[in-house]
């Protein structure tokens, strides 16, 4: 068997003294799409968030291509190999599409570097045509609607040239066309480019159609591992999610038709982790 | 419509009918001029205007941004220059003994009068360099905390330089008459204090914004009452103290330029290599370290350097306010949030408005401390900024 490009292993950690995340491991092959699903306090946010290197784990590793990503790697060489698209941006006021996605390149440039050197630029209107942003690159960040936003920091991720990219629910705040759009987009560079994803979804049935794998945590543990038809059985789902489903075959692969509730309370009637079906 | 714009935007100025008509439809124009005046610049010109910014493309063709900007970082970095040059200029001739240009011109040669040579270049040019080091060091500074603490309300005081200075100051003015010790004691005060508060602000996961704030609060507060208990005190010292606490240029000389501005200088330099870690960090923590920034090391290092230019600038003329509170935010209209033209620039300008402050300050029938001049210039026109910023919206 091949290395895993990246690797956890009892990954645990947390805010504070407080361990949201337990002894989580798993591995990623390259070229590989995992989706860590689960409901809302699960962990999901804070394993993408020890990964990216903004939390610090309180115990277990995580390797990127074989070596230790928070102890043998320095920050720029992770940030060449590893990009994060967050849930929420924060946009700097007074940039241009592409003066923003150009900053993507910073952990390729030597620190005196003042200006992107051909290659780089060259890669930055890549990064604009593959997410459809080549017409929009002199608008000001500011004036984007909210999918738009979204294609600018992924083309700004993907102008890292990385080998993973970790996304945080990239498809809360977009409507379902534009939900689709985004991760065929991923999908198709997953396919020619190899590269490798790890998302975290709120969505079960987009899970299950573009993963290979998805990981299922509950509070704040894996509660299983594999592939989606493995993993999303309907006792596991009711267990883990208080929810009856059903799988259906539909034109895009077997999905998972939610039923009704088992539990009776408002709060988990009102966070369905399922688009219909 | 936005073809005979683009039409007129290349032929400058040779279809003035054609162009003064159509664009004026399109969101967010202003007036005819500016739009005359980019044409003809931007021939004539083309490196000191700014080509990206104006015409920003919209949905369904060219319109204007909402943000319109006429010169180019690189224009705007030659307007400070020479502004920078005139008010050295403006601030050697004008004082109490009167000089006209010959006569100026002769004295800056060594040349005629040996006393207006020795009020040119002992007097009036150390102080006019100083003010434009320390306006730079304070600009720089209050761009540098903007930046890392993502907070347009940072100044460079905002970390406990100005307490921790002041009750050096103060304490060796008020206690004693050690006045030849207070700017190393100042300087040592301010640097010793921001340290102080990023340790108080320290925990085991990082160094997060909002703790700094606080413990900088905190121990700014601490401090001044110790200050204002000196102070009340001491009532025979209050004014050489009161005048340093308002912050003044005045008796300043060679020496002090020296020394202050080697720092200064340093200083300035170590500031602007910090630019690409800012406009990382003006996207969010998470972007900035996936970006590969060393979020507490570098929140350190950007402290310590904006600590070292304001305890300089402290050092020497005393807590000079609003320079490096405002300065940022008029750069910002200019050239927007990319630091590395923004934190050059804020130096320039601060340098420009230190400088004209103390031209204004020697103006009166007595001479005020400088420090009451920049919160009078800037207090109204920061409220000009927030009004200007909620119009353009």
Redesign the interface.
Known sequence: MREPILQVEDLSGG??SRTVLRQVSFSVQKGEWLSIVGPNGSGKSTVL?LL?????PQAGRVYLGGRDLHAQL???????Q???L?QQ??L?????VR?LVS??R??H?P?W??QLTPADRQRVEWALEQTGLG??????V??LSGGERQRA?LA??LV?EPQVL?LDEPTTFLDLRHQLELLELLQRLKQEQGLTVVTVLHDLNLAIRYSEQIALLGSGQMQALGSPLAVLTPSRVRQVFGLEVEWISTPVGPQLCPLRSTAPSAARLLSLPLSGC | MSLTFNKAREGGLANLAEFSIPPLRAEGVSWPQKALFLGKAREVFPVLVDR??P????EGGRGW???KRLLSPIGLTCLLLSFIFLVLLVSIALGSVPMTFPELWQALWGQGDPIRQTIVWQLRLPRALLAQLLGAALGMAGALLQGML?NGLADPYLLGISAGAGLAAVGLLTLGEWTAWVPLAAWVGGVLTTVLVYGLAR?P?GLAVERLILAGVAVSALFGAISSTLLLMADDRVQVALTWLIGSLSGRGWPEVQVAGAYILVGLGLGW?QA?AL??L??????A??????LARTRVVIGLVAAWLAATAVSVGGLIGFVGLVVPHMV?QGV???Y?WLLPLSALAGATLLSGADILSRLGPIELPVGIVTAVMGAPFFGWLLWQQGAGR
Do not use: H
Request: proline letters at 6%; charged letters at 20%; a positive charge.
């Open positions: 805010y504070g968030r990216s290197r903004v939390l610090i320095t920050p720029k060489q992770v940030a060449r590893l990009a994060l967050p941006q924060r700097p006021a007074g940039l241009t003066q900053l993507g910073s952990p440039q620190w570097a003042w017409s929009l690159a002199l608008r000001r500011e004036t920091f700004l991720a890292q970790l | 990206e910014c015409y920003t493309e919209v941004g909402q943000r993502g925990t996961s290599g690409r406009n990382l003006s996207l969010g923590e998470e972007m370290v996936s970006l590969g920034i060393p910002r927007g949030s990319d590395r």
